[in-house]
């Protein structure tokens, strides 16, 4: 026996065609899914003469077929392939013709890397030609400071890193840590607030942001407009170490002095106390040098007065004077060198006081027991050449009161037998009658021929003359 349906039924139904469906269903979901974004992996990527692009976008699970129209894909800013992982805003429609879905897409960014590099680009940009990145307006790092502004988490490797470093090259600075969030949406905020709070405590010389190393998205955070405002306005300069030496944030651009990992930024903001005491010792043993070679050289030029000084005057007084000074220069030695190991004792005394005290004190009290000693050094100079100057113009006054000068100031005179020569006649027997001879008086001279000479010597002349005055 047939079955039959009944007439009800069959009376009631309504039959579609397959166009009225697709049509429903176009309509249907162009109302529901008029605005999309979409997240995928492009694959099936076609080109046709038309200038039209055809792709799937597909993720681990499924796919879905997307078309974007000439005038849309031209706008893209990059090469579009098989693979890239993109953002796209589209719309829901069937395709009428197969009865597929499909995605109309008119605009396409990448997703990930390339969309946030682009993002790093544009304030880069923006801030470059606001002058945040100008040289002129960053702030000198100090060399010595006193105390140093940590930001960053204490729960990375970066702040150890940094203070093991820290401490190793410049223990005596005082320290003071603002734990922050260094990744995510608060982050930024967060850095903005420390930045903001360690100028006003106003206590710090140098603020140090730093983090480690990670992806773009990882360090965003410091990719932050109103961040890179922040760091521009601080009134303390701030030195950044943040990620790796390839890395590359704005608030990097921003900062006074970049860093390229934490540890640097310790290097650059914490002298080596070690260094530091080396160059002391050094610029002690300069000065030392330095004295030594003075001296000399007045021992020298005074060598050199000694040299003129004997045409006219006895070698043995010149001796005597050489020897002086060769004493001056021995005493003058032993002292510097008794002056360098007193130093050199407060020198290693101070460094063993180092670790307490603040290195920028240590340098001052150096420099100024230098300065003493140097003091000291041409003090003992200048009353040595004092003495030596007085003796020499004792013995020049010596020289001059038994200088044949004064003897014919006294009434004697010399006789040379022709004028201008060198020859002093000391003797009646040099002469003969007839002999041009020039006297020599205490003012001018006198040209004479002689008429007669006899062996006559004056004291007996002088006898004569007193018997026949008897």
Request: net charge positive; charged share 20%.
């Amino acid at each position: 026996m047939n079955e039959q349906f009944p007439n009800e039924l069959t009376d009631a139904r309504e039959v579609c065609s397959v166009s009225e469906i697709n049509q429903r269903l176009k309509q249907t979901i162009a109302k529901q899914f008029s605005l999309l974004w979409v997240e995928g992996e492009i694959s099936n990527l076609a080109r046709p003469a038309s200038g039209h692009i055809y792709f799937s976008l597909k993720d681990s699970n499924a796919q879905l077929r997307c078309v974007m129209f000439r005038s849309q894909n031209s706008r893209v800013p990059f090469e579009i392939s098989n693979g890239l992982q993109v953002i796209v805003r589209a719309s829901a429609s069937i395709y009428e013709a197969r009865g597929d879905l499909q995605l109309i897409v008119d605009s396409m960014e990448e997703a990930g890397f390339g969309a946030l590099q682009r993002q790093f680009e544009a304030l880069k940009k923006k801030l470059f030609q606001a002058g945040l990145f100008d040289q002129d307006r960053k702030k000198p790092i100090p060399q010595y400071p006193d105390h140093i502004a940590i930001i960053t988490s204490t729960s990375g490797a970066a702040v150890k890193d940094y203070l093991n470093v820290a401490q190793r090259r410049y223990p005596s600075c005082k320290k003071t840590l603002f734990s922050v969030s260094v990744q995510g949406d608060q982050a930024a905020e967060q850095i903005c607030g420390a930045i903001k709070a360690a100028n006003k405590q106003s206590q710090a010389d140098v603020i140090v942001l730093i983090r480690g190393g990670g992806s773009i998205e990882d360090l965003w955070c410091f990719n932050d407009e109103n961040l890179a405002h922040v760091i521009a306005t601080s009134k303390i300069p701030i030195v950044t170490g943040i990620g790796h030496e390839i890395d590359y944030t704005i608030a990097d651009f921003v900062a006074d002095l970049r860093a390229p990992t934490p540890s640097v930024a310790a290097e650059l903001t914490c002298p080596d106390a070690n260094a530091l005491l080396s160059s002391l010792s050094y610029l002690q043993q300069v000065l030392t040098r330095t004295s030594i070679e003075l001296v000399q050289k007045l021992a020298q030029r005074t060598d050199w007065l000694s040299q003129r000084l004997q045409r006219n005057h006895p070698s043995v007084i010149i001796e005597l004077q050489k020897q002086s000074l060769n004493g001056l220069l021995n005493r003058l030695q032993k002292g510097t060198q008794s002056y360098t190991k007193e130093n050199l004792y407060k020198f290693h005394t101070l460094r063993q006081r180092h670790l307490h005290q603040s290195p920028q004190s240590l340098v001052k009290l150096q420099q100024a027991d230098i300065s003493k000693l140097n003091q000291r050094l041409q003090r003992a100079i200048y009353n040595q050449l004092e003495q030596r100057s007085h003796k020499f113009q004792l013995y020049t006054t010596t020289m001059q009161a038994v200088s044949p000068l004064n003897t014919l100031q006294r009434g004697y005179s010399i006789t040379t037998k022709k004028q201008l020569s060198k020859q002093v006649i000391t003797n009646s027997r040099q002469l003969k009658q007839g002999d041009q001879i020039t006297t020599y008086l205490a003012k001018g001279e006198v040209v004479s021929r002689v008429e007669s000479t006899s062996s006559r010597t004056i004291i007996k002349s002088l006898s004569d003359s007193e018997s026949s005055d008897q």
